[in-house]
């Protein structure tokens, strides 16, 4: 069954400032319902996805329905207000539209929980709009921090590039995984990596991958991976290049895992991407 993730319902898991007030302590007994609950946790660097028609929110999509919709990016950032309240869910865009990644600000009420018909209990992220709405979005702005731009230069590209292939080389792991197989540089665009989680030695999950570095020739030369931190507060961003990584990719062709022969904390130490 689809569920329609209601303000309210994120508001039960990440704020709850609203219902302590109303109650003698501020420790509460709460169970989680899946029907009803998400963890900010599982939100942040989901991907989220534009359709045109307006979904049926109970109504199960049939298998393969997200093909039709258009992948505009992810969930970088949730913007609580101090009573809290979800402002805001701030999505970076631009990957599929072919111009570099900027930050927009969804209102949490227009994103709809979308399940396939089957057991799966995996959901996708959707919200009405047309390529040209997501075009047009205003570019979410941080009061304290400014403009929330990402877009690098050539020049800066380059020298990110640069600096990643400084550092000590890494060789890329030798990795066999059921249902998985190696995916090619020429097979990979920087829409499909995007977002990918990151795993280093004892398959650690150490981070995802938060950009990347496109040469001259248009093929990918760096990755700049996100690791550390916790819901996007804390993180590293550390550039390895592409021979440091083993890519693997899942038969249905729309899961990335990425390998990296290192622990987190031996990434922690390696110089800060800067952009």
């Known amino acids: 069954m689809k569920h329609f993730l209601s303000t309210t319902a994120l508001i039960a898991i990440i704020g709850t400032a609203g219902y302590a007030d109303n109650h003698s302590g501020a420790f509460i007994e709460y169970k989680v319902t899946s029907e009803t609950d998400l963890f900010a946790s599982e939100l ?5 996805y534009a359709a045109e028609a307006n979904m049926d ?58 399940h396939e018909d089957g057991e799966s209990d995996d959901f996708f992220l959707v919200v009405q709009s047309s390529r040209e709405m997501v075009e047009n979005a205003p570019a979410f702005e941080n009061a304290e921090m400014g403009n929330a731009e990402t877009e690098m230069s050539d020049s800066e590209n380059a020298q990110a590039a640069e600096n990643a292939m400084e550092q000590p080389v890494m060789a890329a792991p030798k990795v066999e995984r059921e249902g998985y197989a190696i995916a090619e540089r020429e097979q990979l665009t920087a829409e499909m990596l995007t977002g990918a989680r990151v795993y280093g030695a004892n398959d650690e999950d150490v981070g995802e991958v938060s950009e990347i570095l496109i040469s001259d020739d248009g093929q990918i030369e760096s990755v700049v991976i996100d690791v ?17 990584l083993t890519i693997l990719r899942n038969e249905g062709g729309d899961d990335f895992r990425v390998y990296i022969d290192a622990t987190q904390e031996a990434l922690e130490k390696r110089p800060e991407y800067e952009g």
């Open 44 to 48: 942040i660097g989901m991907r989220v």
């Open 57 to 114: 929110a109970a109504t199960p999509v049939s298998e393969g329905a997200r093909a039709e919709w258009d992948d505009i990016g992810e969930i970088n950032e949730i913007v609580l207000t101090r009573d809290g309240q979800v402002a805001a869910v701030i999505v970076g865009v631009g990957g599929f539209l072919g111009i570099g990644e900027r930050d927009v600000a969804i209102n949490m009420a227009e994103l709809s929980v979308m």
């Open 228 to 244: 550390g931190g916790f819901l996007g507060i804390g993180e590293r961003p550390v550039a390895l290049t592409f021979d440091e």
